[in-house]
């Protein structure tokens, strides 16, 4: 007797009305079959066809939204498979319909609903809220959600619903961030980044709580344990060298990625800042200096500062004839110039942690190396308090020595 595998449903993704019209963007559909019928899904997602990857029918992956549509895409997959497993368990017999029920939860309590399905649905309205939140939080709050999806993924939670959230969550998920490599950092997460994430976290279990959606908000009382010391990774001036010093010339990327990074190096600007910054942004003093004045992205405070003769160099090369409202550099991700930087520190034989928040605290080290005072390295960085800037007072080595022999 010859043994048939059971048939499960397939999903097919496509753009619905693609072929048929010419317009800007195209709505993500899912096309569900079993047993000769089919079932159409509206994923709740837009694309423009230059983001489409045709023949794999996905998100082209470069970009933080695109990677976080396609995670949505596989999860939707996986939906239709736990719900019809779910079925099954229960000794009936499958439909399209059915299979619908479960995954959109139709007759689900507000407390039952999926924490994953609440998250996306409190970030796309912050996404639309364009006056309120940048698309830097959002990228923020998509990477957030990418690692609690591999976490619950992890444990065999994936459908852990809002009610169901505890301090030993929270407690789990802490402690996988914390012990566990990460994909896309290939080690375990630094405490300052495990600590943002749960930020995040938090906002949303928040919301849930204002909405009525949670009895009692499990991060209430829940303590964040930082670090007494921080350890900061920074390049020294001979791992500055050997980066400078390696022949790149045949990859066009890499050359790019350190001339950047040089440039952060010269005036520390934060990743979103230096990705930011605009024509308009840079002037002339009467002697002849290039200053730099803009708003910083994360705190909105101001930042005014004279710049380097190497950034100089870096800024007028990018520029050329661009003028205003235009970017200065070229839109590049943070991931993809951070990978482009771990292949020049293997290339180049550097021991330190290297990406673009190191050009930062580089930045700062070497100033202070340098002799620039703690109170206008505060202003340069654009700190809000001054303790913010001790740290690196404490990793000074040139200072530390010159103290111990006055």
């Known amino acids: ?14 753009l619905h ?18 047993k000769r019928k089919k079932l159409e899904f509206s994923l709740r997602m837009k694309v423009a066809p230059c983001d489409w990857d045709f023949d794999n029918n996905l998100f082209i992956p470069n970009r933080q939204y695109n990677i976080h549509c396609n995670q949505r895409i596989g999860e939707f997959r996986l939906a239709v498979d736990n719900a019809f497993d779910e079925l099954k368990r229960g000794s009936v017999q499958p439909t399209l319909r059915m299979i619908r029920e479960v995954i959109t939860g139709k007759s689900v309590k507000s407390n039952e609903m999926s924490f994953l399905k609440y998250y996306d649905q409190t970030v796309e309205q912050k996404r639309q809220q364009t006056t309120v939140y940048r698309q830097s939080s959002i990228d923020q709050y998509l990477r957030a959600r990418n690692h609690l999806f ?21 407690n789990e998920f802490e402690n996988y961030l914390l012990s566990h490599e990460i ?15 749960l930020k ?3 906002a949303i279990v928040n919301e849930a709580v204002r909405a009525e959606l949670i ?10 344990q930082h670090d007494k010391t921080q350890n900061i990774s920074y390049l020294t001036q001979e791992q500055l060298k050997k980066l400078e010093d390696l022949d790149v010339s045949e990859y066009p990327a890499l050359v790019r990625t350190r001339e950047l990074f040089q440039f952060i190096c010269q005036c520390g600007l934060r990743y979103g800042d230096f990705q930011n910054l605009r024509c308009n942004d840079l002037e002339y003093s009467t002697d002849g200096l290039l200053w730099l004045r803009m708003e910083q992205q994360k705190t909105r405070g101001a930042l005014h ?5 190497i950034a100089k160099k870096i800024i007028l090369k990018y520029k050329g004839n ?40 580089t930045f700062a080290v070497q100033s202070l190396d340098a002799g620039i005072s703690i109170e206008v390295l505060q202003r340069l960085l654009g700190h809000k308090s001054i303790s913010s800037t001790m740290i690196y007072a404490q990793i000074s080595h040139k200072k530390l020595s010159e103290s111990i022999l006055l």
Not at 183 to 197: D, E, H, V, W, Y
Request: net charge positive.
């Open 17 to 34: 009305q693609y072929g048929k019209k010419e317009l800007k963007t195209y709505s993500v559909y899912a096309r569900v079959l079993y």
């Open 215 to 224: 009895e009692k908000n499990p991060f209430e009382g829940y303590k964040v």
């Open 183 to 197: 994909k896309s950092l290939g080690r375990p997460m630094m405490r300052s980044s495990a600590i943002t994430n």
């Open 322 to 361: 661009k003028t205003g409202e235009q970017y200065v550099f070229p839109r590049i991700s943070n991931q993809i110039l951070n990978k482009h930087l771990r292949t020049m520190k293997i290339m180049a034989n550097i021991k330190n942690q290297i990406s673009c928040h190191v050009g930062r605290h």
């Open 150 to 170: 591999d976490f619950l993924v992890r444990k065999g939670w994936i459908n852990i619903q809002l009610g169901e959230l505890s301090k030993n969550f929270i």
């Open 305 to 309: 500062f004279p710049l380097s003769s």
């Open 1 to 14: 007797m010859r043994y048939f595998p059971e048939k499960r449903p397939t999903v097919k993704i496509y």
């Open 200 to 202: 995040r976290n938090k």
